[in-house]
């Protein structure tokens, strides 16, 4: 009888074959990953169409409204940036950051300024910055090209969740060839959200300053390069 060397039987024997996974499964997996990948490039096409405008602070204005004894006093603030990320085929992807100095606070009556920026109201030298960062765009109306834009507004180093009703005003150039866009918004606040508490009551019962503080915001931006 024939004798066959133990090895070789061994290295011919065919082993276990692994299971192969089902068509069905190898389908889906390739669908699930075009998906993805076409997702992205949709993602990223559309934000690489977004144009990043840098505030124009020449043609830009930032204002607020607060109630004084009986009538209601106008204030501004003079220095200011920001930037706006902004594609009008995509204003659900718009972001918007912004930064104020609390000291260049302006209601045409220097005693008031100085008592704005003491550590009754602002207290600019503990915090020096009123700072903006959106978080996201809703309710958008393409018809009159109006949205709410919802971040978070830092005041006096409290930072609170807060929604802007903006509008888009368009683009184009300038008689000089730069490219600008012009965004409106508008807010109102709870100046004791933020600690700006400080107040005096009056021989009548009222008390000399409002609570409610109404903001405004007139934004043009440039293309920056």
């Avoid at 204005?61 to 085929?89: A, C, M, Q, W, Y």
Wanted: charged share 25%; with cysteine; net charge positive.
């Amino acid at each position: 009888m024939r004798k066959v060397r133990l090895d070789t039987m061994r290295a011919s024997s065919p082993g276990p074959e692994p299971l192969a996974r089902p068509r069905r499964s190898r389908r889906l997996e390739a669908f699930g990953f075009a998906l993805l990948c076409s997702t992205f490039l949709v993602l990223s096409a559309s934000t690489a169409l977004a144009t990043t405008y840098k505030v124009d602070p020449e043609h830009t204005s930032v204002n607020f409204t607060v109630r004084h004894l009986f009538t209601r006093v106008h204030g501004r603030f003079d220095k200011f940036e920001g930037t706006i990320i902004f594609d009008p085929k995509h204003p659900e992807q718009a972001k918007v950051w912004g930064s104020i100095e609390a000291a260049s606070v302006n209601t045409n009556e220097p005693k008031r300024d100085k008592d704005l920026r003491s550590n009754h109201f602002f207290d600019v030298k503990k915090f020096p910055k009123i700072t903006f960062k959106s978080t996201a765009v809703t309710d958008i109306d393409r018809r009159t090209k109006t949205a709410k834009v919802h971040g978070f507004l830092t005041i006096h180093g409290v930072r609170r969740p807060v929604v802007l009703d903006a509008t888009y005003l368009g683009a184009g150039k300038d008689p000089w060839g730069n490219e600008k866009a012009g965004f409106s918004a508008t807010l109102t606040i709870n100046r004791k959200d933020y600690g700006l508490t400080w107040n005096e009551v009056l021989e009548t019962g009222g008390v000399l300053v409002g609570d409610l503080v109404s903001i405004e915001l007139d934004v043009e931006g440039i293309v920056a390069k």
